[in-house]
């Protein structure tokens, strides 16, 4: 089959590699749409990950079960996650590999679905493989793995509807959280973020005030919009210095701070402006498929406003490209 693999620090080439060999608890399937995420660019900047085939944010069609998967039939529609646990630690030899603390991850430790067809090991439907309502288009249920970590992150901050939330970065993951607050009733939401594209977007999304932070003060913004009093809750989706330190800065006396971004460098940072206003640091890392099949089936999210761009599997190496540094790139999808 063909499969975008990586060769070196931006570098993937789309070439012919083995088919997936289907296990006994596993299934294939014929991929449609695979979209191309944040943590993917993290890797795809840098060397030493060669043979990576990425693609955890897919859908396709079940075209084959193995002999010990129930209830998954050929010809489902589906999104799924993969992971392997590593069979050797604590939670492992008890039978818990759902807790295993050495997961190998889809499209990290193993192929993932920018390619042709995709092997999902231990298929569990309704728990790893989830059949897509009819509403959903192979595009819509492509995000469903983004979402369930927006919608995750907002969940576990638990915003009430009077209160002002603020998020920072404007990714796919904030801009969901946007939607996500918006869905909930979130009285105030202030975004963000720096491309144009994706400040537009978060209006789309149901931003009520929207800060471009190339040219102003996101905290200042935060502050004029709640009184002085600060936001609630902070979605800090961006991952950096200086968005850390934004977060603090705007969060009001009690509040807590989401941390959901990824951080490619170490902070630094004086904890005394948590310690004095009472704040709670929250790290998120977690998402729920269920749930966001049921934001798009309702259409309380919606997907298409951010899918910017679709490549085929041959173009794959432009479609990383774009996703990384085109000023228009929200969601890159690519179908094989
Ligand atoms: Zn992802
Ligand atoms: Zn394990």
């Known amino acids: 089959m063909k499969a975008a693999v990586m060769h070196g620090a931006r570098d993937i080439r789309t070439e012919t590699v083995p088919d997936p060999v289907l296990e006994p608890h596993g299934v294939i399937i014929k991929v449609k749409v695979c979209g191309i995420c944040g943590s993917d660019l993290h890797v795809y900047k840098q060397d030493g990950q060669e043979g990576t085939i990425f693609g955890h944010e897919f859908s396709g069609d079940v075209i084959a079960v193995g002999s010990q998967v129930t209830g998954i039939l050929p010809g489902m529609r589906v999104t799924a996650v993969g992971f392997k646990p590593c069979g050797t630690c604590f939670w ?9 603390s050495a997961m190998a991850i889809l499209g990290y430790q193993f192929p993932g679905a920018m390619a042709e067809y995709v092997h999902i090991p231990f298929a569990v439907l309704g728990r790893t493989v989830f059949p897509l309502p009819e509403a959903l288009t192979y595009e819509d249920a492509a995000s469903v793995e983004p979402l369930s970590i927006s919608y995750f992150s907002v969940n576990r901050a638990q915003p009430r509807e009077e209160e002002s939330v603020g998020v920072i970065g404007l990714g796919v993951i904030g801009l969901y959280a946007v939607q996500v607050l918006k869905a909930r009733g979130v009285s105030q939401i202030v975004a963000s973020g720096r491309r144009p594209s994706r400040l537009e977007a978060a209006g789309t999304c149901g931003a009520d005030i929207i800060v471009d932070a190339a040219k102003d003060d996101a905290v200042r913004a935060a502050m004029e919009a709640t009184a002085n009093m600060g936001v609630n809750t902070v979605m800090e989706c961006a991952g950096n210095q200086t968005t850390f330190d934004q977060s603090i800065a705007m969060a009001r006396g009690g509040g807590k701070i989401m941390l959901v971004g990824v951080y490619e460098q170490d902070l630094r940072w004086n904890p ?15 998402g729920n498929f269920p749930a966001s099949i049921e934001l798009l089936k309702t259409g309380n999210v919606q997907a298409k406003p951010l899918i910017s761009h679709f490549f085929s599997l041959d173009e794959a190496a432009e479609a990383f490209e774009t996703q990384l540094v085109h000023p228009d790139a929200i969601k890159v ?4």
């Open 92 to 100: 492992c030899r008890q039978g818990k590999g759902h807790r295993c």
């Open 333 to 336: 999808m690519i179908k094989p």
């Open 272 to 286: 005394q402006g948590v310690i004095a206003k009472n704040l709670t640091l929250i790290g998120c890392l977690g």
